[in-house]
Structures are given as C-alpha cells and as structure tokens.
C-alpha cells in the first residue's frame, strides 16, 4: 500500500519552529527523491523544497535559511524543519514523491505523482 503520512503541524508564534515528518510506504527512498509543498488560503500549492536522489537539496527563495528538508531512508522518512516561522508560512503543508524519479519537481501533481494527505501550519504574529 502505498503512501505519505505527514505529522508535525499545528499552532505556533511568529518566530517559532516545527518540525514536520512524512513517513513513507510501497515506495523507498533510496530511489525517489521526496518535496515538501504548501497551499496558503487562497493561494495555489507551491513547492517549497526537495531532496534530491543524490542528497541535493533545494529551496524556494522564501523559506531558504529557515527551512531544512532531510530523509532518513533507512526509515522511509523524510523531515521539514521550520524555524523563524512567519505568518507567511500559514497553509497546508504536503509531502510528495514523483511517480518518476526523472520528473522535475515543478511538474510534481496530485493525481499523477504520489502525496501525502497534509498537516496544517498555522502561524500566528
């Protein structure tokens, strides 16, 4: 059975940290790399970070500095450490693998890659 269960969110003050877990089933990764998206309110789903399959990691300009994706995979799981959160940062958070481990992240897609269920982050000031 595969999936994505993610964990980690909730209610936090501007400024402060969470720390998000995605555990992943039926597929491994030590052969996909794994991303982290978020959809604010009213806003469409962005992709925020991923790791690639050779360790490479990436972040969009917003959270670089802040945020830091890691994987064990021995464990099947990957991790969003958010700190100096803003309210800015408020959505719903998703982990997600590609279908194909070649695709580009930017084309990553529920319905045609694999996605966890999402944890809410809220950020308060």
């Known amino acids: 059975q595969l999936a994505l269960v993610e964990s980690g969110g909730g209610l936090v003050l501007s400024g402060g940290s969470l720390r998000l877990s995605c555990v992943v089933s039926?597929?491994?990764?030590?052969?996909?790399?794994i991303g982290w998206f978020r959809q604010a309110p009213g806003k469409e789903r962005e992709g925020i970070s991923y790791?690639?399959?050779?360790?490479?990691?990436h972040y969009i300009d917003s959270v670089k500095g802040r945020f830091t994706i890691s994987r064990d995979s021995a464990k099947n799981t990957a991790w969003l450490q958010m700190d100096n959160l803003k309210p800015d940062d408020t959505g719903v958070y998703y982990c997600?693998?590609?279908?194909?481990?070649?695709?580009?992240?930017?084309?990553?897609?529920?319905?045609?890659?694999?996605w966890g269920q999402g944890t809410q982050v809220t950020v308060s000031s």
């Open positions: 997600a693998a590609p279908r194909w481990r070649e695709r580009p992240f930017f084309l990553w897609r529920p319905g045609s890659d694999y």
């Open positions: 039926g597929i491994t990764l030590y052969t996909s790399p």
């Open positions: 790791m690639a399959l050779n360790g490479s990691t």
